[in-house]
């Protein structure tokens, strides 16, 4: 059974960092692209980050860039998205997605049709 799971959210001031980490069963992560998305309150889901399944390409949403850092952590199966510099519209459920398709680009903004096998979704809430 395919299964992927977020942790690592939480409540972090502004200005913080939090790491969020996204593992799988059933499946290994570096075969394919990984994104990471995000919903706020009202919001629609939107797509923050990426990194491809080759080469490891890495893409970041404007409203992110220089702050957030995907990367992957094979030993243990693991894709992190490192945040820092976290503002309070950070704030929101992020979730983690693998595109097992091939329907994703490198360097490109993360669509949700891509991405077919979705984690539960971790809440991120940046409060003083």
């Known amino acids: 059974q395919v299964q992927l799971l977020e942790f690592g959210g939480g409540l972090v001031q502004p200005g913080g960092s939090l790491r969020l980490s996204c593992t799988a069963s059933g499946f290994t992560l570096d075969d394919y692209a990984i994104g990471w998305f995000r919903q706020a309150p009202g919001k629609a889901r939107e797509g923050v980050a990426c990194?491809?399944?080759?080469?490891?390409?890495?893409y970041y949403a404007e409203s992110v860039e220089g702050r957030f850092s995907i990367s992957r952590d094979n030993a243990k199966n693991t894709v992190h998205l490192q945040m820092n510099s976290l503002k309070p519209e950070d704030t929101g459920v992020y979730y983690c997605a693998a595109d097992t398709d091939g329907d994703s680009w490198p360097n490109q903004p993360p669509q949700l049709y891509e991405y077919d096998y979705w984690g539960q979704g971790t809440q991120v809430t940046v409060s003083s």
């Open positions: 990194i491809s399944s080759s080469d490891d390409i890495a």
